[in-house]
């Protein structure tokens, strides 16, 4: 029998309280019970989550937690700015890991991309680019860290993945992050990974065009796969090929295949044809990834856009966003991410919509994390 998730609001609670006993007027689980809440209703600021929480009565509140008048603004913007934000990751990550355990599939894919939070970068917040580990299957962000104004993303991702399951799993990212380090610790830790390939590993990126240039050779394993797609006003047509030729000849750790993608894009107004051909690199070996199941894992990847990126900037306004004191920025990303999920989890599609249904019927989004309103 597989395990039970646990309820969000446990999680909550565990939360470390860095206030003073002295000075706290509501529970730190109850303020955040709040602002899930409020996230689920669609309200995407703290100072709206402050109005959230007095417009829907004492019985509420009190669900919440809450044995006063809940929170105004300024105490949220305080225990946003100051509260651990890497504690606050951890525990809403091994949450989002027990929903994922809680409905487990075989190989299952991680993506990691990054993103900007470009409100609050242009207001001069620090570490305002974060990276993320999202499980595109049930939409889940599994972990993410904010990537240091004068470093890149390389040494977060070698970070960020020792919070995460890797085996058993297959991690999906895009060129910058194709690195020798990452690739070792993939599968040191009984992970594969898809990783595309660019200019910045050049010996790698030749040989793979080379491959794909030629006819195959004796011995060699190659598979084919094409999709078709239209819509949004393009018709998209993709490509991939696989090929095992370079297994023996590469020393890239856990190499087993390379690929080529060719996409051609058309737009139906103008006629306008687009084509862009990229390469890639996998741990995985033929009789466990051929091109379909390879191209699917690469529109995984590309999924994280859709499912993650899009909704926290069109749904929840994430880049007109200009909170940049301490950890409000990041906590504000957590938010949202723990919101998306939540939502996905249960089945919402339409995030848009589901917000309209939380703030129609508050009583749901409390119950998604776990308090259930007594009559």
């Not at 706290?24 to 019970?33: D, E, T, V």
């Amino acid at each position: 029998m597989l395990p039970q998730p646990r309820p969000l609001i446990e999680v909550l609670a565990e939360i470390p309280d860095f206030r003073h006993p002295r000075g706290q007027r509501h529970p730190l689980a109850a303020i955040f019970a709040l602002a899930c809440s409020a996230m689920l209703c669609g309200y995407r600021s703290y100072t709206a989550m402050a109005e959230w929480g007095r417009n829907y009565g004492v019985h509420l509140t009190r669900a919440l937690g809450f044995t006063r008048r809940p929170p105004c603004a300024a105490t949220l913007h305080t225990v946003f700015r100051r509260v651990d934000r890497d504690v606050l990751e951890a525990k809403v990550g091994a949450w989002a890991e027990g929903l994922l355990a809680g409905t487990p599939a075989p190989a299952e894919a991680m993506a990691v991309d990054g993103k900007t939070l470009r409100g609050s970068k242009k207001q001069g917040a620090p570490a305002a680019h974060l990276l993320s580990v999202l499980a595109p299957r049930l939409g889940l962000t599994l972990a993410q860290q904010a990537v240091a104004d004068k470093t890149n993303e390389i040494p977060v991702a070698l970070e960020l993945l020792r919070h995460v399951i890797l085996e058993g799993r297959v991690v999906t990212m895009d060129a910058l992050l194709t690195q020798r380090s990452i690739a070792q610790q993939i599968v040191d830790a009984g992970g594969d990974y898809v990783m595309m390939v660019k200019d910045n590993q050049p010996r790698l990126h030749e040989d793979i065009t080379t491959v794909f240039a030629l006819a195959p050779v004796a011995g060699e394993t190659r598979t084919v796969a094409e999709t078709v797609d239209g819509g949004h006003g393009r018709i998209e047509q993709r490509r991939l090929q696989t090929s095992d030729v370079l297994v023996g000849y590469s020393d890239w750790p856990g190499l087993a295949q390379v690929f080529q993608v060719e996409r051609y894009v058309i737009l139906k107004k103008t006629g306008e044809v687009r084509e862009e051909v990229v390469a890639g690199v996998t741990s995985l070996p033929p009789a466990g990834a051929d091109a379909p199941r390879l191209l699917a894992l690469i529109r995984g990847q590309w999924l994280i856009e859709n499912q993650s990126h899009w909704v926290r900037d069109v749904t929840f306004d994430e880049d007109r966003s200009q909170v940049r004191c301490g950890n409000i920025p990041q906590v504000m990303a957590t938010l949202r991410n723990t919101a998306i999920g939540l939502m996905r989890q249960a089945g919402y599609t339409n995030i848009a919509a589901a917000c309209r249904r939380f703030a129609a019927q508050p009583a749901l989004a409390l119950k998604l994390i776990g308090i259930e309103l007594e009559n």
